[in-house]
Nanobody, 123 residues
Framework: QVQLVESGGGIVQPGGSLRLSCAAS????????MGWYRQAPGKERELVGT???????NYADSVKGRFTISRDNVKNTVYLQMYSLKPEDTAVYYC?????????????????WGKGTLVTVSS
């Protein structure tokens, strides 16, 4: 079993910054891609950005130049640094991890989601 623990959400004024963290723990053999998604009220969940095990990143056009994803492979943690936040960034942010886990029948690739952390951008 794998657990994802997110932290760092909160309320921030427009133009402000926040840093989200997501730590993965459990029966993890290796982690491939890690990423962040978000879901605003009344909207579908959307990709914010991803980072591969080699450090390659991919971002949604709406956050390019304002958000940065990074990861600590020793701590199995992914970060989302958010700058110049806008009211439209208000959403629940979810951590996503694709990893190889050791189960009772051997290794298998699995995908896990965090429970989400709320980011509210408001004056």
């Amino acid at each position: 079993q794998v657990q994802l623990v997110e932290s760092g959400g909160g309320i921030v004024q427009p133009g402000g910054s926040l840093r989200l963290s997501c730590a993965a723990s459990g029966s993890i053999y290796s982690i491939h891609a890690m990423g962040w998604y978000r879901q605003a009220p009344g909207k579908e969940r959307e990709l914010v950005g991803t980072i591969t095990s080699g450090g390659s990143t991919n971002y949604a056009d709406s956050v390019k130049g304002r958000f940065t994803i990074s990861r600590d492979n020793v701590k199995n943690t992914v970060y989302l640094q958010m700058y110049s936040l806008k009211p439209e960034d208000t959403a629940v942010y979810y951590c996503n991890v694709n990893c190889l886990v050791l189960g009772s029948t051997g290794y298998k690739s699995m995908e896990y989601w965090g429970k989400g952390t709320l980011v509210t951008v408001s004056s």
